[in-house]
């Protein structure tokens, strides 16, 4: 069994001074921690709170997709944050940018919200290091976004049904621990949040693109409506919508699955 330490009390420290009454909360287990957030608010409370699980017994991942976790092997929390930005888009890749940023120099982005470790020489191929699922739900009058990070921190050797081709924060710092990342990133993630909500996702756009795993890419994309669609990426436009060149020209994706097809 893993016993870890988790540092609630330096991390309210850092985050309520930014978020008046905003709470910290650790759990040794939750279905999800975004399930658990959102019913919260959807019940009326529209309080800010962090809340951590150590192990998730239905964690929730991007299109309806299960997230595997495992207590020690992996870094599962969930933000949620009373918001009114003027508008929502590029939220995700804000996130993104924060973390990566957080993290290490060489995480990249693989839009719309994977973090992805490079490998090979020339940098080419990208293995999943964590994803960010964010939802949304009313508290009376108020929208409370619900930020769900998963982070992958080491291999979990017990797990039979871990990710082939998944990759984990231990390569790049071997003393990489759950709660040591949590403490990494909370801060300079809520401070991103906040400044988006202030400033949209414009003054993100070139740190988006300093990370950016795909420009330059040859690309298949599944929009959320339509048909795939197959071109070479150009990065984001300013409110992080996917430039995608095309045969029939300059296509903005703003929702949907993007694989990378082989060079
Ligand atoms: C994805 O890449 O598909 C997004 C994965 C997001 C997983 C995190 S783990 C914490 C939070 N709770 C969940 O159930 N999901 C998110």
Known sequence: ????????????????????????????????TNTRLLERTRAGDGGACLLVAERQTAGRGRMGRHWESSP???????????????????????????????????????????LWLLSGS???????????LIETAM?????????????????????PAAEVGRAALAELDAQAGAPATLLQVA????????????????????????????????????????????????GVNSQGGLLVHTAAGLSTITSGEVSVRPC
Do not use: C
Request: no cysteine.
């Open 139 to 159: 508290a009376a009058d108020r929208r409370v976004a619900v930020i769900g990070v998963g982070l992958n921190i080491r291999d979990a050797q017990d797990d």
């Open 187 to 234: 801060r300079p993630l809520l401070q991103a949040v906040l400044a988006f909500e202030r400033e949209g996702f414009t003054p993100w756009q070139a740190r988006y693109a300093a990370r950016d795993a795909l420009a330059g890419r040859s690309v298949r994309l599944l929009p959320a409506q339509g048909p795939a669609v197959e071109g070479t990426v150009e």
């Open 122 to 132: 020339d940098g080419a191929r990208g293995r999943k290091l964590g994803g960010i």
């Open 72 to 114: 020690g092997a992996s870094l599962t929390f969930s933000l949620a944050l009373p918001l009114a930005p003027a508008d929502w888009s590029g939220l995700s890749l804000v996130v993104g940018v924060a973390l990566a940023e957080a993290l290490h120099p060489q995480l990249r982005l693989k839009w719309p919200n994977d």
């Open 1 to 32: 069994m893993v016993v870890l330490t988790w540092p609630a009390e330096t991390l309210w420290e850092q985050l309520e001074p930014l978020v008046p009454g905003l709470n910290v909360e650790v759990v040794a287990e939750a279905d999800s």
